[in-house]
């Protein structure tokens, strides 16, 4: 009887644990943190800073191109998202490709459709600043202009990405 009620208390605190590590997807940031600042590259060379983007809203989307979820979000993304908003002076998204070169990733937005720019994470040192390092991918980074994270999403969940898509009109309509 000992035995089972210890096997019992070990199978609850793992499942605990488990949902844990689900409920924050394993981020190491959290909504509510400052954005940590990072410097990246676009395959055609140019280098952008995240806090050179400070004062606007700022959408990261981290992927890669052999991530299946991946292929199913971006297009949503790129329709719902940057279409409507790439235009506007105080929105910036990018997407932050994981550990693949140039070539694949260019190769992988020419095949998703996608126009917005995709940056480059050679080492996966940009992905483990703000996530475990055997997190898996898609997550979304909403950033509000004072460069805060106000939104965290981790797989393309439709009534989350539905809520996203408010949450940055709702942003974008404060100026």
Not at 80 to 89: A, F, L
Not at 103 to 117: D, I, M, R, S
């Given at each position: 009887m000992k035995k089972l009620v210890s096997i019992v208390f070990s199978f609850i605190f793992a499942i605990s644990l488990f949902g844990q590590i689900e409920n924050n997807h394993q981020y190491k940031v959290k909504v509510g943190d400052m954005a940590p600042d990072f410097e990246m590259?676009?395959?055609n060379g140019k280098k952008v800073k995240l806090s050179s983007l400070r004062g606007k809203v700022v959408m990261l989307q981290f992927t890669a191109s052999w991530c299946g979820v991946c292929r199913k979000e971006m297009p949503y993304i790129e329709s719902?998202?940057?279409?409507?908003?790439?235009?506007?002076?105080n929105f910036a998204l990018y997407g932050i490709d994981r550990e693949e070169p140039a070539?694949?990733?260019?190769?992988?937005?020419?095949?998703?459709?996608?126009?917005?720019?995709i940056g480059l994470d050679p080492k996966g040192d940009i992905f483990t600043t703000y996530a475990e390092k055997e997190a898996g991918i898609t997550r979304n980074?909403?950033?509000d202009k004072s460069g805060k994270i106000v939104m965290l999403t981790r797989l393309y969940k439709v009534e989350e990405f539905n809520g996203m898509v408010k949450f940055i009109d709702s942003l974008l309509e404060k100026e």
């Open positions: 590259n676009l395959p719902e998202i940057w279409q409507r908003h790439k235009n506007n002076p070539e694949t990733v260019l190769k992988f937005a020419k095949a998703t459709g996608v126009t917005y720019p980074i909403i950033i």
